[in-house]
């Protein structure tokens, strides 16, 4: 339902909804014929090649726009992860995905628990109260993903290793040749205290 109602050049559009004769609910959206962006990271991976930072900073940047037009209209994606971020054939971002999505009102907290543990902030794996500055970390995750090729977070066998990681913001330093400025806009996404991530970004 949430989707429906966005418009915007970043994310898929909904063109609209069939039920057939067996009461089979379908969507009818936007085609991305770029696959999304964990089909990116696998492929540079694969070829141990390094995403070129101009890249990074233009899907980044495309991400943001979308993110702040969601948090503008108080609607908290909750999923932000390489496989629902799409791009299509212009190599233009495409954020999807909205099943998770919540739209509690721009200035209003939520504690339901959903989402991909490898990429949830701090204070959703700890059960507290979390708004659009979740997705900010979601979205650290991310970026740092597409610099290094790996996520920040992994590693744990358990749930409770993971937990404990993000909790206390135990990753690993982007060693590689990415800049000082897209490190440090990924370690301030990263910043294990809410009110940091606050402070430190905004991408209005």
Known sequence: DILKTLNHPHIVQFYGHFVDAEGLYSLYMEFCEGGDLSEVIKQFYERSERIDEITIWNYFEQITDALSYCHGTGIIHRDIKPENVFLNGYNKVKLGDFGLSKGPGKHQLTMAFAGTPQYMSPERLQGNQYDERSDIWSLGCLT?????????????????????????GQFAPISNGCSLSLKTIINQMLCKDVSGVSNNINIS
């Open 144 to 168: 740092y993903e597409l610099c290094t090729l790996r996520q920040p977070f992994e590693g744990p066998k358990t749930m409770n290793q993971l937990r404990n990681m993000i909790i206390n």
